[in-house]
Structure formats: structure tokens, C-alpha cells
């Protein structure tokens, strides 16, 4: 290899280097020799073992101590029995949505709501979201009607001749 075709090697668009064409590729390990997938680090291992027997006993005292009035162990308790909420539900008054041309009515309704404070911006964009997709939903099945006559009739042509 010449020293100029080495430099171009080297050498990236943005001047940089090039990495080497032995680099691993995508979706390969760089370690295909290091820990194996799954295993334990040896601080994890150490505390299973540790706690292994007492889960019965600490959740006992976990409890003892949430109904005795402290609010960590409470919090803690709670946490585990009933997962936090990700959304609630929402009362808006929607009008009903049948064709794409009430869609538009709808819309209207999310953001008058978003206006009077009913609705956060967040809670209207999901059902603008919902609203979109009903939409996609019609045009798909209009379309679907469409084509199902077109060639229909295009059949009843072709029976002609």
C-alpha cells in the first residue's frame, strides 16, 4: 500500500479517523469473551444471599412499621401492593364521532376544553391521537368500498365483451 492510499484509509469525510475494517459490526459483541448475559455481579449475589431466608421477616417489619405511623415503610407498602397510576380517566364532553367530517367537531371540543382548563394539552393530544386513528380507520374501509366497486365493475365489463 502507498503512503497516500494509507492516508485516504486513515482519513474520513469529516477528516476524521476512519475506523478499522476489523471494528466490530452491529449486533456483535466487542467482548464476545466477557460476562455472560444474565449472570450476577458478586455485590448481588453476596446480598440474595444475605437476605435469603429473611424476605418473610423484613416484609413482616416493613409492615409493623407502616401501620405503627412511619410513612417510608407505608410508601414502601403501598408501592408494592397497588403500582402507581400511569393515566386517569377523563370526563369530556365529546360530540360523537361517525365520519371525518366529525372529526373536525371533535377536534373543536379537545381544544375548547384544553382552553377552559378541563383537558391538559397532553390529555387532548392522546385523544387527537385516538380521533386521527378512527380517521385513518374510515379512509381505509371507504377505500377498501372503492376499490371492491371499481373492480366489480370492471368484471361487469369484461363480461360484456
Same mark, same amino acid.
Given at each position: 500500500?502507498?503512503?497516500?492510499?494509507?492516508?485516504?484509509?486513515?482519513?474520513?469525510?469529516?477528516?476524521?479517523?476512519?475506523?478499522?475494517?476489523?471494528?466490530?459490526?452491529?449486533?456483535?459483541?466487542?467482548?464476545?469473551?466477557?460476562?455472560?448475559?444474565?449472570?450476577?455481579?458478586?455485590?448481588?449475589?453476596?446480598?440474595?444471599?444475605?437476605?435469603?431466608?429473611?424476605?418473610? !421477616? *423484613?416484609? &413482616?417489619?416493613?409492615? /409493623?412499621?407502616? $401501620?405503627?405511623?412511619?410513612?417510608?415503610?407505608?410508601?414502601?407498602? %403501598?408501592?408494592?401492593?397497588?403500582?402507581?397510576?400511569?393515566?386517569?380517566?377523563?370526563?369530556?364532553?365529546?360530540?360523537?364521532?361517525?365520519?371525518?367530517?366529525?372529526?373536525?367537531?371533535?377536534?373543536? !371540543? *379537545?381544544? &375548547?376544553?384544553?382552553? /377552559?382548563?378541563? $383537558?391538559?394539552?397532553?390529555?387532548?393530544?392522546?385523544?387527537?391521537? %385516538?380521533?386521527?386513528?378512527?380517521?385513518?380507520?374510515?379512509?381505509?374501509?371507504?377505500?377498501?368500498?372503492?376499490?371492491?366497486?371499481?373492480?366489480?365493475?370492471?368484471?361487469?365489463?369484461?363480461?360484456?365483451?
Amino acid at each position: 500500500m502507498t503512503k497516500q492510499s494509507a492516508t485516504r484509509d486513515s482519513q474520513h469525510k469529516s477528516g476524521k479517523r476512519k475506523p478499522p475494517r476489523t471494528a466490530w459490526k452491529p449486533g456483535e459483541s466487542g467482548n464476545p469473551a466477557g460476562r455472560p448475559e444474565g449472570s450476577k455481579h458478586k455485590a448481588t449475589l453476596a446480598a440474595e444471599a444475605l437476605l435469603d431466608g429473611e424476605a418473610e !421477616a *423484613l416484609t &413482616r417489619k416493613a409492615i /409493623e412499621r407502616a $401501620l405503627g405511623g412511619d410513612s417510608t415503610a407505608l410508601r414502601l407498602c %403501598l408501592e408494592r401492593l397497588v403500582p402507581p397510576r400511569r393515566d386517569r380517566s377523563i370526563q369530556v364532553d365529546l360530540p360523537e364521532v361517525v365520519t371525518a367530517s366529525d372529526a373536525v367537531a371533535g377536534k373543536t !371540543a *379537545l381544544l &375548547r376544553a384544553v382552553a /377552559e382548563g378541563t $383537558l391538559s394539552p397532553t390529555e387532548a393530544q392522546t385523544l387527537s391521537v %385516538l380521533i386521527d386513528g378512527f380517521c385513518r380507520t374510515l379512509e381505509t374501509a371507504e377505500f377498501e368500498e372503492r376499490l371492491a366497486r371499481i373492480e366489480e365493475h370492471m368484471d361487469s365489463q369484461r363480461g360484456n365483451r
